[in-house]
């Protein structure tokens, strides 16, 4: 199976802050990579398909880039609502493999 | 719009089955454009894709789980089923059902989750 390896597992920012999430796959997945948002007690919500591709109604403050192995997720300007977990899930493969998560806190 | 929800047990014995149903609303799960899927959460840990079903019955499990996992779907009644035997305390988690569409590949909507707890 591909893994993933997200960095860095947790970072503390402030409202206003630009955030870089940083995703790695063990092999080159094209960029059928994706990336969710999860809060406390929630579902995981879909933010970007395809590496770079922003689902309907998220936010344009969210992009996605990459290809290959390296991906990144950002955040433009950090809102409050903001403040979640995150996963990156690559598909270029069966098994579907999630990275262990990125947990972005208040500073 | 699509809706979905996962419904059964709260709490299975160990060496028991483990059995969700997760209820489609809002659309049809016999549409050709969409997969089924369930992932699943242990508290305080991340996410594992568990497998798949399309409403024709093909499906396709993570290797991790196929001896013991079955996922099946009742198309009368706009469902489809988890059933996870041999449970241990490594399978208490929170299990989602999730809406996949494929090429581009994601996963929208998901179900709210429920958590089951395999305990004596």
């Known amino acids: 199976a591909i893994q993933m390896t997200q960095s860095p597992s947790s970072l503390s920012a402030s409202v206003g802050d630009r955030v870089t999430i940083t995703c790695r796959a063990s092999?080159?997945?094209?960029?059928?990579l994706g990336w969710y948002q999860q809060k406390p007690g929630k579902a995981p919500k879909l933010l970007i398909y395809?590496?770079?591709s922003l689902q309907s109604g998220v936010p344009s403050r969210f992009s996605g880039s990459g290809s290959g192995t390296d991906f990144t997720l950002t955040i433009s300007s950090l809102q409050p609502e903001d403040f979640a977990t995150y996963y990156c899930?690559?598909?270029?493969?069966?098994?579907?493999?999630f990275g262990q998560g990125t947990k972005v806190e208040i500073k | 719009q699509v809706q979905l929800q996962e419904s059964g047990p709260g709490l299975v014995k160990p060496s028991q089955t483990l059995s969700l149903t997760c209820t489609v609303s809002?659309?049809?799960?016999?549409?050709?454009?969409?997969?089924w899927s369930w992932i699943r959460q242990p508290p305080g840990k991340g996410l594992e894709w568990i497998g798949y079903i399309y409403y024709s019955g093909s499906t396709y499990y993570n290797p991790s789980l196929k001896s013991r996992v079955t996922i099946s779907v009742d198309t009368s009644k706009n469902q489809f089923s988890l059933k996870l035997s041999s449970v241990t305390a490594a399978d208490t988690a929170v299990y989602y059902c999730?809406?996949?569409?494929?090429?581009?590949?994601?996963?929208?909507?998901w179900g709210q989750g429920t958590l089951v707890t395999v305990s004596s």
């Open positions: 092999q080159g997945i094209r960029n059928d």
């Open positions: 899930l690559q598909d270029y493969n069966y098994p579907l493999t």
């Open positions: 809002g659309g049809s799960i016999s549409s050709g454009d969409y997969y």
């Open positions: 999730a809406r996949m569409v494929e090429a581009p590949l994601r996963f929208d909507p």
């Open positions: 395809a590496a770079s």
